[in-house]
């Protein structure tokens, strides 16, 4: 993996140390699912043959599962473990701690991208729900219809979701004057409380209930019938197994290889039922690498890592998209509430307009070594080799201890850009479905994308230059948009150099302080790796179902769309083998 070892630690959230006591709450327990069962214990389980294998038990893999084993007998592998008991998965105060910890057990994988923009991956049963932000928002209709999805159904599967683990926030007074903001700065109309995507400012829903503790996809096995679902935990899964049928030119999936945490070797097999199938479900990064790791992919990739070719697919990870984040700091006269995302301006220029406010940590957080964010340990891997240095990690401390004290005091205002339009794509570095593979998204290469960041930065000036936020800042502050700017070129840490120009050109701004915002996807697109019913081109008895599929991201946030997908297509697949009358 590539680590640069050395003295001291340094913990890139520091400033998280000011801290929130819990209120005493007690959400530890899991509701009421299917057993959690460790990898290892698959020798001892009586051996069976499966109607469904679905590789991933994140956003989209949960529903997905619990759907499918109304009528069918599932098994579920997830490389993660449980987010029960993880207080820093939990609750909402250690939304920051989660996500940057990189320790044995960690939900979190971080990589680099080779633009140099330090992202996250989920590694835990629920996925992506578990280390998120919380906002939940629908993709509007006309990606509905782009998809081709059924709009009744649709229609049907949101609320299955709703239902069962989203609630509305109670607005914390960031989010408040962001929304005021956004009005006087002419985002309108003001949509209320809505799940809907529409032109305006909203307030969403979210994963975090009334006392700040996180419901995610892995709630949603509660829906399960618990006689035809098992779940396996720390089971990573090293390949899918293929044979040709008798009278069949394509190959056909009929089981996967996996380790256990222990190191132990496992398979598991499909039944001879016509209609089985192996279901990837392992997100933006793991779907099209474990195809590729399986023998599914551009034959000189596979190649070069003496795998041997199953199929030969030019598009497998190609395509990856992550939509660019900028940021603006906003000092406040007092240190504001901690809020994540709650409201949002939908601007009809592809521009999304978020904010987040404050930091904290309960008194019960799990203290964590940082891995990736500490001062000279680096898990560099995805970085191109010359690139790999102790000195990068050296920068990127040195840039972390530059932050202006007034960080303390302070909120942010997000401009995400919709689509987008610039593409990438994701290679192997090895053959270890652990390690991370090497991921280019080349943020801005589409001079669209560049326009709408610009414009975003122009909105969040007006929003700042508002009446609502000039109760929120200092009165002798003088923070010109310039200063605010150079302060947020500080913020915003990622690996790409920067230059002088950074806060008098919003497009150099735009290019030297993208960060993530952890909304990626492709890899597996429609039409070029899976068909419209998410089957593998070219192959029998495997689907691919997840974000990876997407050539843009749906609405302001994807959680919702995805979570939606799982479930959308358990029914379709359900109603595939038994017709109208599936029951679910």
């Known amino acids: 993996m590539g680590l640069i070892s050395g003295g001291v630690f340094f913990k890139i959230l520091a400033f998280l140390c000011f801290i929130r006591l819990s209120q005493g709450r007690n959400h530890s327990a899991s509701p009421d699912l299917p057993p959690l069962r460790k990898a290892s214990s698959f020798s001892k389980i009586q051996h069976e043959a499966y109607d469904y294998i679905i590789v991933g038990g994140g956003t989209a893999g949960c529903p997905l599962a619990a759907t499918l084993s109304k009528k069918y007998k599932v098994l579920l592998l997830e490389r993660g473990g449980s987010p029960y008991g993880n207080r820093n998965i939990s609750y909402l105060e250690n939304f920051h701690i989660c996500l940057t910890d990189q320790s044995k057990n960690s939900p979190s994988q971080g990589f680099i991208s080779t633009d140099?923009?330090?992202?996250?991956?989920?590694?835990?049963?629920?996925?992506?729900?578990?280390?998120?932000?919380?906002?939940?928002?629908?993709?509007?209709?006309?990606?509905?219809?782009?998809?081709?999805?059924?709009?009744?159904?649709?229609?049907?599967?949101?609320?299955?979701?709703?239902?069962?683990?989203?609630?509305?926030?109670?607005?914390?007074?960031?989010?408040?004057?962001?929304?005021?903001?956004?009005?006087?700065?002419?985002?309108?109309?003001?949509?209320?409380?809505?799940?809907?995507?529409?032109?305006?400012?909203?307030?969403?829903?979210?994963?975090?209930?009334?006392?700040?503790?996180?419901?995610?996809?892995?709630?949603?096995?509660?829906?399960?019938?618990?006689?035809?679902?098992?779940?396996?935990?720390?089971?990573?899964?090293?390949?899918?197994?293929?044979?040709?049928?008798?009278?069949?030119?394509?190959?056909?999936?009929?089981?996967?290889?996996?380790?256990?945490?222990?190191?132990?070797?496992?398979?598991?097999?499909?039944?001879?039922?016509?209609?089985?199938?192996?279901?990837?479900?392992?997100?933006?990064?793991?779907?099209?690498?474990?195809?590729?790791?399986?023998?599914?992919?551009?034959?000189?990739?596979?190649?070069?890592?003496?795998i041997p070719i199953v199929l030969h697919n030019e598009h497998v990870g190609k395509g990856m998209s992550d939509n660019p984040l900028s940021s603006v700091f906003i000092p406040t006269k007092d240190p504001p509430k901690q809020s994540l995302i709650e409201t949002v301006g939908i601007t009809d220029d592809g521009v999304f307009i978020e904010a987040s406010s404050g930091f904290g940590q309960t008194g019960e957080s799990i203290h964590c070594h940082h891995g990736i964010m500490s001062a000279e340990i680096g898990q560099l891997s995805t970085i191109p080799p010359k690139e790999r240095s102790l000195e990068a990690v050296r920068k990127y401390v040195r840039n972390k201890n530059s932050l202006p004290k007034e960080v303390f005091h302070g909120g942010f205002i997000l401009s995400k850009i919709d689509g987008p339009l610039s593409t990438g794509n994701l290679v192997l570095v090895d053959t270890d479905p652990n390690s991370n593979p090497k991921v280019t998204f080349n943020y801005f290469n589409h001079p669209q994308d560049l326009r709408r960041c610009v414009y975003g930065i122009k909105t969040i000036e007006r929003i700042v230059s508002t009446n609502t936020f000039s109760n929120f800042t200092p009165k002798d502050g003088g923070y010109s948009m310039e200063k605010l700017l150079n302060m947020s070129v500080a913020a915003n840490i990622n690996l790409i150099p920067k230059h002088t120009n950074d806060s008098t050109s919003l497009e150099q701004f735009c290019r030297d302080t993208v960060v993530t915002i952890w909304h990626y996807h492709g890899g597996c697109h429609v039409g070029k790796v899976v068909d419209q019913q998410y089957k593998v081109i070219g192959a029998s008895g495997l689907r691919v179902i997840d974000g990876s599929t997407l050539s843009r991201s749906p609405g302001t946030n994807p959680q919702a769309t995805v979570m939606m997908m799982g479930r959308y297509m358990g029914v379709k697949i359900l109603r595939e083998r038994l017709g109208r009358a599936a029951g679910v």
């Open 116 to 306: 140099g923009v330090i992202n996250a991956r989920a590694k835990v049963l629920g996925g992506g729900t578990c280390i998120n932000a919380g906002f939940y928002s629908r993709a509007n209709r006309r990606f509905v219809q782009d998809a081709g999805w059924d709009e009744e159904l649709v229609n049907q599967s949101y609320p299955w979701v709703e239902e069962r683990i989203v609630y509305w926030p109670k607005i914390a007074p960031w989010q408040a004057a962001l929304r005021d903001g956004l009005l006087e700065a002419g985002v309108s109309p003001y949509n209320g409380y809505t799940y809907d995507h529409l032109f305006g400012t909203k307030v969403g829903g979210t994963i975090f209930d009334e006392a700040g503790y996180r419901h995610t996809a892995a709630d949603l096995l509660a829906a399960a019938n618990p006689n035809n679902l098992k779940v396996l935990l720390h089971a990573s899964v090293n390949k899918i197994m293929f044979k040709t049928r008798h009278g069949h030119q394509k190959q056909s999936a009929i089981g996967v290889q996996f380790t256990d945490e222990n190191g132990g070797h496992h398979q598991a097999f499909l039944s001879q039922k016509r209609g089985s199938e192996i279901i990837v479900s392992a997100g933006a990064i793991g779907s099209p690498q474990l195809l590729l790791i399986s023998g599914i992919g551009p034959k000189s990739e596979l190649k070069k890592h003496n």
